[in-house]
């Protein structure tokens, strides 16, 4: 959906490296979710921010921060990036207060640590 | 916590034959949506089963959802080469854990035309 994007779409980074994806919305929505997609084991939620300044750990948050600092915007940082992180990135949003809404995903962000 | 199991993981079909892939819940959800990533792509929203026992259909596309609330099923009838992806089901939990979706491991269907 062009409504959210990725940025950068694809990066190669090494070990250890500090490694910052973007993601950017215009729909006007407050939820925002960060996935992780790896072959064989469908999309596992990272970090999830209902609102500015609201975070939120998934399933799998070890070795990732995040950040909300405006409504549209909501940044993943590998802080110290590892190999097992080699992953697709998906960022998401969706409409606030009701639980009943679809997600909207991002393209993704194809992320490979050496 | 909440686990969202969804088989088969791979199916290949002949074009022009049915597929169906089911997903189940450990816990009773709130609702249930499916997904459909073409390669390469990212996941799209098909749509969104709330009540008990509901079945919904889009043109090909049969969706349930199970009387408990803790199983659903996409099947399609008469498969064409367009249908080719993976296909996610995603639990949204009730009570506490209504905040966010689990999704299953998705299933990647190949059609051979």
């Known amino acids: 959906d062009a409504d959210v994007t990725q940025t950068p779409r694809n990066r190669i980074t090494k070990t250890g490296k500090r490694i910052m994806l973007e993601c950017s919305q215009t729909?006007?929505?407050?939820?925002m979710y960060w996935y992780r997609q790896d072959p064989g084991l469908g999309l596992r939620l990272i970090y999830y921010s209902f609102d500015v300044k609201d975070i939120n750990k998934g399933e799998i948050s070890d070795g990732y921060s995040v950040s909300r600092q405006a409504q549209a915007k909501f940044s993943l940082s590998l802080e110290s990036a590892i190999p097992n992180q080699t992953a697709l990135y998906f960022c998401a949003t969706s409409k606030d207060v009701s639980s009943y809404n679809e997600q909207f995903f991002g393209p993704g962000t194809r992320l490979t640590v050496l | 916590g909440q686990q969202v199991m969804q088989i088969p993981q791979y199916q290949h079909v002949q074009e022009g034959e049915d597929f169906t892939t089911y997903c189940n819940s450990s816990?009773?959800?709130?609702?249930i949506q499916w997904y459909k990533q073409r390669p390469g792509g990212h996941p799209v929203f098909l749509i969104q089963?709330?009540?008990?026992?509901e079945v919904k259909k889009q043109k090909r596309l049969t969706f349930q959802f199970g009387e408990a609330k803790k199983n659903s099923s996409l099947h399609i009838t008469a498969t064409q080469t367009t249908d080719v992806g993976t296909y996610f089901c995603a639990g949204l939990g009730s009570g506490g854990s209504n905040y966010k979706l689990t999704f299953g491991k998705g299933t990647l269907l190949t059609v051979n035309p």
């Open positions: 089963l709330v009540k008990s026992g």
């Open positions: 729909k006007g929505h407050d939820r």
């Open positions: 816990t009773t959800l709130s609702n």
